[in-house]
């Protein structure tokens, strides 16, 4: 529940609220598509929903958006899961990502850092010769639309130069971070068959060389559907034989010819986390991706020519999608390769300071560390240049909101966002004319008809639900890569609320129309049939300094009954006595409530988490309920598998017990 009227943490103020661009397209779409030109966001985004074609429509003609062919409608068949977007339409992805190249040719495009923290600049005239010449080599490889690249690859602008190739051939891009081990990254890439993958030779994080020829030579002996191998040597290693270099196809000073595509046509696949089994390998589409990319980085995050957008990402994560479309709108994007507590916990602020960033992105989980290790962005920093902090990963805390407040600028717009690699933008988070309130995500994003229902299906307002979306988005997946029927689609999202986007997030959405995200509702907390999220008992128990991470799980006994242990990772020299259980306790029921007070607390070597580093919570809870850990979890999807161990060993021991 909410508190009635609380005060907001910032406000922005009235020069902020006009210039902000989602002002001036407000006002646009006002004159030309009959957009309500009173009454601020709420009644712009109560329009983006009501009248949805319009609202898209406006986004193309607003962001001049280059269709080669014209749509013959904005939606087709607006069913989901299933629905057509710009039928008829073709365009090109990468074409619109240079675009600044014509204007700002000698302006830079991409800022790379590594752990040196030393900013090293390519010019969107660079970008578009190597995208030109790259894009060149790989159609005389054969490469045509359709099929797949791959890429084994930190965050570096070799990364962003073979998406960009890719896309302008019309072929379908896929990736995974180099720190992901052959079976993780075999795992995703043989579902797909990719022709050509690119590769480095290995990473440095941490201060440390990470050498990966190794891994390299088993994805080229398991895919076999692999026709060229491009070898990047971020170490300096020779090319391996058989591999072509980078530089051999990137010399050439080649104008890039960009295939037209239909609006629907792949641009790349993410994958899902994985715990549970294969991950899903989730297809978007390269008009879907342009149009709510431009939405979300030029109207949401007000990013355009003379920002610099920074978010810390892996080439694993859709975040890194992301930031790559940070050049749809003409902002430089900042590239980090390296560890984000390197040399000290405060690297990426000296990496935002060093690089000039306007927009600096990040997980909530970094916020909180730098809480815990006593970093002071503001003290030891010129972040000056920065108007907004955004978050994402998992729920920012209160106490995250409220640290980035004291801790870099009191008038510092604070942006919690939510959305998924299922539709690679957010449902809710960063809207730069309205209030920040402690905890809560803005609001429900333009085109968005986000929900908060019960079981039944009935909305719910001040109180929590499941995520639901009841309209077509345009980045939702086209399909899923092997799902022909598209039944493993359709169950992923749609079964539980035919036609209705589930997306699995337990939510409040409040009367003020911001947003509250409690966690994940497919590991659902259940106590005496009251749900509750278990972000909110992290964001409790992680105040104590003792506490590094904690995991709560909840299991359905065979006696009717229900246990519900919080597993804690300590810190350094704290200890689990009687005061520490005490203290825990009475910190979750005081802030939360009774019945969110677990029936045991226990000390644990670690959280397991995914590889991009959220907390596996659904495996843990199967492995409690006795399933073998080789069928609760995909190996290669978890960053520890021993830690997942300690859980099997627990279980067996309750088991004994209870027999006993």
């Given at each position: 529940?909410?508190?009635?009227?609380?005060?907001?943490?910032?406000?922005?103020?009235?020069?902020?609220?006009?210039?902000?661009?989602?002002?001036?397209?407000?006002?646009?779409?006002?004159?030309?598509?009959?957009?309500?030109?009173?009454?601020?966001?709420?009644?712009?985004?109560?329009?983006?929903?009501?009248?949805?074609?319009?609202?898209?429509?406006?986004?193309?003609?607003?962001?001049?958006?280059?269709?080669?062919?014209?749509?013959?409608?904005?939606?087709?068949?607006?069913?989901?899961?299933?629905?057509?977007?710009?039928?008829?339409?073709?365009?090109?992805?990468?074409?619109?990502?240079?675009?600044?190249?014509?204007?700002?040719?000698?302006?830079?495009?991409?800022?790379?850092?590594?752990?040196?923290?030393?900013?090293?600049?390519?010019?969107?005239?660079?970008?578009?010769?190597?995208?030109?010449?790259?894009?060149?080599?790989?159609?005389?490889?054969?490469?045509?639309?359709?099929?797949?690249?791959?890429?084994?690859?930190?965050?570096?602008?070799?990364?962003?130069?073979?998406?960009?190739?890719?896309?302008?051939?019309?072929?379908?891009?896929?990736?995974?971070?180099?720190?992901?081990?052959?079976?993780?990254?075999?795992?995703?890439?043989?579902?797909?068959?990719?022709?050509?993958?690119?590769?480095?030779?290995?990473?440095?994080?941490?201060?440390?060389?990470?050498?990966?020829?190794?891994?390299?030579?088993?994805?080229?002996?398991?895919?076999?559907?692999?026709?060229?191998?491009?070898?990047?040597?971020?170490?300096?290693?020779?090319?391996?034989?058989?591999?072509?270099?980078?530089?051999?196809?990137?010399?050439?000073?080649?104008?890039?010819?960009?295939?037209?595509?239909?609006?629907?046509?792949?641009?790349?696949?993410?994958?899902?986390?994985g715990t549970t089994g294969l991950p899903k390998a989730i297809v978007q589409s390269q008009g879907g991706i342009l149009v709510e990319?431009?939405?979300?980085?030029?109207?949401?995050?007000?990013?355009?020519?003379?920002?610099?957008?920074?978010?810390?990402?892996?080439?694993?994560?859709?975040?890194?999608?992301?930031?790559?479309?940070?050049?749809?709108?003409?902002?430089?994007?900042?590239?980090?390769?390296?560890?984000?507590?390197?040399?000290?916990?405060?690297?990426?602020?000296?990496?935002?300071?060093?690089?000039?960033?306007?927009?600096?992105?990040?997980?909530?989980?970094?916020?909180?560390?730098?809480?815990?290790?006593?970093?002071?962005?503001?003290?030891?920093?010129?972040?000056?240049?920065?108007?907004?902090?955004?978050?994402?990963?998992?729920?920012?805390?209160?106490?995250?909101?409220?640290?980035?407040?004291?801790?870099?600028?009191?008038?510092?717009?604070?942006?919690?966002?939510?959305?998924?690699?299922?539709?690679?933008?957010?449902?809710?988070?960063?809207?730069?004319?309205?209030?920040?309130?402690?905890?809560?995500?803005?609001?429900?994003?333009?085109?968005?008809?986000?929900?908060?229902?019960?079981?039944?299906?009935?909305?719910?307002?001040?109180?929590?639900?499941?995520?639901?979306?009841?309209?077509?988005?345009?980045?939702?997946?086209?399909?899923?890569?092997?799902?022909?029927?598209?039944?493993?689609?359709?169950?992923?999202?749609?079964?539980?609320?035919?036609?209705?986007?589930?997306?699995?997030?337990?939510?409040?959405?409040?009367?003020?129309?911001?947003?509250?995200?409690?966690?994940?509702?497919?590991?659902?907390?259940?106590?005496?049939?009251?749900?509750?999220?278990?972000?909110?008992?992290?964001?409790?128990?992680?105040?104590?300094?003792?506490?590094?991470?904690?995991?709560?799980?909840?299991?359905?006994?065979?006696?009717?009954?229900?246990?519900?242990?919080?597993?804690?990772?300590?810190?350094?020299?704290?200890?689990?006595?009687?005061?520490?259980?005490?203290?825990?306790?009475?910190?979750?029921?005081?802030?939360?409530?009774?019945?969110?007070?677990?029936?045991?607390?226990?000390?644990?070597?670690?959280?397991?988490?995914?590889?991009?580093?959220?907390?596996?919570?659904?495996?843990?809870?199967?492995?409690?309920?006795?399933?073998?850990?080789?069928?609760?979890?995909?190996?290669?999807?978890?960053?520890?598998?021993?830690?997942?161990?300690?859980?099997?060993?627990?279980?067996?021991?309750?088991?004994?017990?209870?027999?006993?």
């Open positions: 529940m909410t508190t009635a009227n609380p005060s907001p943490l910032w406000q922005p103020d009235p020069q902020r609220i006009a210039q902000a661009r989602i002002t001036t397209f407000q006002a646009w779409a006002a004159e030309h598509h009959g957009a309500p030109a009173e009454g601020g966001y709420p009644a712009l985004h109560r329009w983006s929903v009501d009248e949805l074609e319009t609202f898209w429509r406006a986004v193309t003609e607003w962001f001049d958006v280059r269709f080669s062919t014209p749509f013959t409608r904005v939606l087709g068949d607006r069913a989901m899961p299933g629905a057509q977007w710009f039928p008829g339409a073709t365009l090109n992805y990468a074409e619109h990502a240079l675009r600044a190249a014509a204007t700002r040719a000698d302006e830079p495009a991409l800022l790379h850092v590594d752990e040196t923290h030393e900013p090293r600049p390519v010019t969107w005239a660079e970008l578009r010769r190597q995208v030109g010449s790259l894009a060149a080599e790989l159609r005389a490889l054969g490469v045509r639309p359709g099929d797949r690249v791959s890429g084994y690859l930190p965050n570096i602008p070799q990364a962003a130069v073979a998406l960009l190739a890719t896309a302008a051939v019309g072929a379908v891009w896929t990736s995974c971070a180099p720190d992901f081990g052959a079976r993780s990254v075999l795992d995703r890439f043989q579902q797909v068959e990719p022709v050509v993958l690119f590769t480095v030779d290995g990473y440095r994080y941490g201060g440390k060389e990470h050498d990966r020829r190794a891994v390299v030579a088993e994805l080229r002996r398991e895919l076999p559907s692999l026709r060229a191998v491009v070898h990047i040597p971020l170490l300096g290693t020779e090319p391996p034989e058989g591999a072509l270099e980078w530089s051999a196809l990137t010399g050439a000073d080649t104008e890039p010819v960009f295939e037209q595509v239909p609006f629907d046509h792949p641009l790349w696949v993410l994958y899902s986390s990319h431009l939405k979300q980085l030029g109207l949401h995050s007000d990013l355009g020519p003379g920002d610099r957008f920074f978010w810390y990402t892996s080439t694993g994560w859709m975040m890194w999608n992301f930031l790559v479309s940070g050049l749809l709108v003409g902002a430089t994007i900042v590239l980090y390769d390296g560890s984000p507590g390197h040399p000290e916990p405060g690297a990426q602020w000296r990496v935002a300071e060093r690089t000039g960033a306007t927009f600096f992105g990040t997980s909530a989980a970094y916020v909180m560390a730098c809480r815990k290790n006593d970093v002071h962005p503001a003290r030891d920093y010129d972040l000056s240049r920065i108007r907004c902090v955004a978050t994402t990963g998992s729920p920012l805390p209160p106490d995250g909101f409220r640290w980035l407040h004291d801790e870099v600028r009191a008038d510092l717009w604070i942006a919690s966002v939510s959305g998924g690699t299922d539709v690679c933008s957010c449902f809710a988070g960063a809207v730069p004319t309205l209030p920040v309130y402690t905890g809560e995500l803005q609001a429900a994003c333009l085109g968005t008809d986000l929900q908060s229902w019960d079981p039944a299906g009935k909305p719910l307002t001040d109180e929590v639900g499941e995520l639901v979306v009841t309209n077509p988005m345009p980045s939702m997946p086209i399909r899923f890569w092997n799902d022909p029927d598209g039944s493993r689609y359709h169950d992923s999202y749609f079964a539980m609320y035919p036609g209705v986007w589930r997306h699995g997030d337990w939510i409040t959405l409040t009367s003020r129309g911001s947003v509250i995200i409690h966690g994940r509702s497919d590991s659902t907390l259940n106590r005496q049939g009251v749900r509750m999220g278990s972000a909110d008992i992290y964001e409790a128990v992680e105040r104590l300094p003792e506490i590094k991470e904690s995991l709560v799980i909840g299991l359905e006994q065979p006696d009717g009954g229900y246990w519900m242990p919080l597993f804690v990772h300590l810190t350094p020299g704290a200890v689990l006595d009687e005061d520490l259980v005490t203290r825990i306790k009475r910190t979750i029921r005081e802030q939360l409530s009774p019945r969110h007070v677990p029936d045991e607390i226990i000390e644990v070597p670690g959280v397991p988490h995914t590889l991009t580093g959220k907390r596996i919570e659904v495996p843990v809870k199967r492995l409690l309920q006795g399933t073998p850990l080789d069928k609760a979890v995909n190996p290669g999807s978890v960053d520890d598998l021993d830690l997942l161990r300690f859980y099997e060993d627990l279980a067996r021991t309750r088991a004994r017990r209870t027999r006993a």
